[in-house]
């Protein structure tokens, strides 16, 4: 059974920093390209970062360029999202998922489709 954990979300003030991780059970996804996104209440979901296979290409959205840092760890079967400067429009539940095509890098991955393996979600949470 392939399943994706996230886990390091919480409560923080403005200004803080949460590092969020993802790892992935039941087979590698280290031909895959891998994505953070996540979703407010009320509003949809987006995608906030995606990262390639080998990790050298990234896609982060506008509204956290220069805050968030994608990366990844094959070995592992794990991926993070370093959070700095969180702002409270910050908060949401996070999820990170799977492209299920192997060696895809493409308009697809960073509009966020094609990720067909899904975490469960971590709440991140951040306060004035």
């Known amino acids: 059974q392939v399943q994706l954990v996230e886990s390091g979300g919480g409560l923080v003030q403005a200004g803080g920093s949460l590092r969020l991780s993802c790892t992935a059970s039941?087979?590698?996804?280290?031909?895959?390209?891998m994505g953070w996104f996540r979703q407010a209440p009320g509003k949809e979901r987006e995608l906030v970062a995606a990262?390639?296979?080998?990790?050298?290409?990234?896609y982060y959205a506008d509204s956290v360029k220069g805050r968030f840092t994608i990366s990844r760890d094959n070995g592992k079967n794990t991926v993070y999202l370093q959070m700095n400067s969180l702002k409270t429009e910050d908060t949401a539940v996070y999820y990170c998922?799977?492209?299920?095509?192997?060696?895809?890098?493409?308009?697809?991955?960073?509009?966020?489709?094609?990720?067909?393996?899904w975490g469960q979600g971590t709440q991140v949470t951040v306060s004035s």
């Open positions: 039941g087979r590698t996804f280290s031909n895959n390209a």
């Open positions: 990262i390639g296979w080998r990790g050298g290409r990234t």
């Open positions: 998922a799977a492209d299920n095509i192997p060696w895809r890098w493409s308009l697809t991955t960073t509009l966020g489709r094609g990720y067909d393996y």
